[in-house]
């Protein structure tokens, strides 16, 4: 195997990181050259990605990757999903691309469902209806800005309006395509039905590639300002996150395994050979997504580490500043068991108040309220590791087979706490790791592009998969279970338990 070196621009809701990776004999080495804090940016009235500031922060990352000595072949870039930006025929961007948390759509979900059930919306897609979807975006932008239906020629979802403002040139690729709610199912085409009835044309987002491509260099104007040739080639890799990091994990192939995704979001699904399309997954709230080979990824999106992360923000606006490797560690010494949020209430969706959010909540509920940060913290972790188990339930249950270790990744697992009690609360081992999955995921699909049949995908993995294996440690069904009365009372829905 001759050496090669390769970058991942990874793009998360939380951060983005520009890391490099060197691929030897002996295995995939590392490094963090650049990362840096991408959040929605309020106006008021709406809630923008800053994509200009990200094009320049993964610049100035791709900067310091030349100034340390790194000679790259290729870079790809993976994102969050859904999001997207309207480009003109000139390739100029019409509008700042809306953060998914931007709730415009709020007020033409009803005007959707009149053309499109939320039943026949996953019937067609596979995609489990949501605001947060491209197609309503896309549809409620089409009400807002009908000035701007004739002047879009493209519409390109983040990972390729990177790679637009970066190397002049964009695709959508499938895994990203996947998250749009706009595919036929399983199929890497732009669902007629779906098209015509929201009046998106199909040709603003075809063709969406399976498998990634060869882009070229970046702009030569670019490569000046960072220091680099156009040796180094931008691929179109596995664009979606989640997508990326399933590449870099060997155990999530398995029939027996599921995995959970730990970030911003945390995704728990399994991956299958073709969609489930079935009234049990739409009624449990599962999607079907892609895999980079154009298999399926059955999944749940439910609020992950957002909650922690705007608890974090709430408490540095007051002036008090604390690390999650602090946050971990004062939740770790509560010993407020007992008290539990429902993650993924609609209120706890959108940014600011977190704290006074939960207080809330648990006020509703009737339930003890916190006494330390330490206590509210632990009462969010515990909440998000009960919201695994009864999603676990869910997905078991839908694909009809059991459910017998969990693989978890992404920046999230540095929290040892959640890994400990997603553990004991699910009884089943995990194998926890890597935290930069997506980015390790993304420099191999690079090579799945680059080097085609001559990579040995499986080889590579057998040298750098080396997880940490969590088993549980105490059984926690009697709190389980009182998560499910809080949540079900709250709510009213019928739950699945394990
Ligand atoms: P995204 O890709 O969505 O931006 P990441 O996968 O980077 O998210 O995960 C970010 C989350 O990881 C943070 O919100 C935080 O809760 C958690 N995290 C990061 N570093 C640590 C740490 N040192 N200790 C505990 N948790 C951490
Ligand atoms: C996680 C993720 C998830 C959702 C969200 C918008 O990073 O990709 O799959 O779609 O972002």
Same mark, same amino acid.
């Given at each position: ?9 990874? #793009?998360?809701?939380? &951060?983005?990181? *520009?890391?490099? /990776?060197? %691929? @030897?004999?002996? =295995?995939?080495? +590392? ?43 290729? #870079?790809?870039?993976? &994102?969050?999903? *859904?999001?997207? /930006?309207? %480009? @003109?025929?000139? =390739?100029?961007? +019409? ?55 004739? %002047? @879009? ?61 060869? %882009? ?283």
């Amino acid at each position: 195997m001759n050496e090669t070196t390769l970058i991942a621009v990874d #793009l998360g809701a939380s &951060s983005g990181r *520009v890391i490099s /990776g060197q %691929l @030897t004999e002996t =295995g995939l080495t +590392l490094k963090e050259q650049f990362r840096f804090s991408n959040f929605p940016v309020t106006t008021g009235r709406d809630l923008y990605w800053d994509v200009l500031k990200i094009a320049q922060e993964i610049k100035y990352g791709l900067q310091l990757t030349s100034q340390d000595g790194v000679v790259p072949e290729s #870079l790809a870039v993976d &994102s969050w999903g *859904v999001d997207f /930006g309207y %480009l @003109t025929s000139r =390739g100029e961007l +019409l509008l700042q691309p809306h953060s998914y948390r931007d709730e415009r759509t709020a007020f033409t979900v009803g005007q959707l469902n009149e053309k499109l059930s939320d039943w026949q919306q996953f019937r067609l897609s596979g995609n489990q209806p949501s605001p947060i979807n491209t197609s309503s975006q896309l549809f409620a932008d089409r009400l807002r800005y009908p000035e701007m239906q004739p %002047l @879009t020629d493209r519409v390109v979802m983040i990972p390729g309006l990177v790679t637009h403002l970066l190397a002049g040139k964009a695709d959508n690729e499938y895994t990203i395509a996947s998250t749009s709610g706009l595919l036929t199912a399983g199929t890497t085409s732009i669902s007629p039905e779906i098209s015509r009835a929201l009046a998106i044309p199909a040709m603003w987002l075809a063709p969406v590639r399976l498998g990634g491509e060869h %882009l070229g260099p970046l702009v030569p104007e670019i490569q000046r300002e960072i220091g680099y040739d156009n040796r180094m080639q931008v691929v179109v890799g596995a664009g979606h996150d989640t997508a990326a990091a399933l590449l870099a994990l060997p155990s999530a192939r398995d029939e027996d395994t599921a995995f959970i995704s730990c970030g911003t979001w945390s995704l728990i699904g399994r991956q299958l050979s073709k969609p489930v399309l079935t009234h049990a997954a739409f009624n449990a709230g599962l999607t079907n997504e892609g895999t980079f080979s154009g298999h399926t990824r059955l999944l749940k999106n439910l609020t992950g580490l957002w909650l922690i992360q705007e608890l974090q923000r709430d408490w540095s606006l007051a002036g008090n500043m604390v690390d999650f490797g602090k946050m971990t560690m004062l939740a770790a010494a509560s010993t407020c068991t007992t008290s539990f949020i429902d993650p993924d209430a609609p209120m706890f969706a959108s940014p600011g108040h977190m704290e006074a959010k939960i207080r809330f909540f648990l006020r509703q509920t009737g339930q003890a309220l916190p006494q330390t940060a330490g206590d509210l913290i632990r009462i969010v972790l515990q909440s998000l590791a009960c919201s695994y188990r009864r999603t676990l339930g869910a997905l078991a249950e839908t694909t009809g087979k059991p459910i017998r270790r969990l693989t978890m990744f992404g920046g999230g697992i540095q929290n040892q706490l959640l890994v400990q009690l997603t553990a004991d609360l699910t009884g089943l081992p995990i194998d926890a790791g890597p935290v930069e999955a997506s980015a390790i995921g993304n420099m191999i699909s690079q090579l799945m592009v680059l080097q085609q049949s001559a990579f040995d995908r499986d080889a590579l993995l057998a040298q750098i998969y080396h997880p940490q294996r969590i088993l549980p440690a105490m059984n926690r069904d009697a709190e389980y279970h009182q998560f499910e009365v809080i949540v079900q009372n709250h709510d009213g829905k019928a739950i699945s338990s394990t």
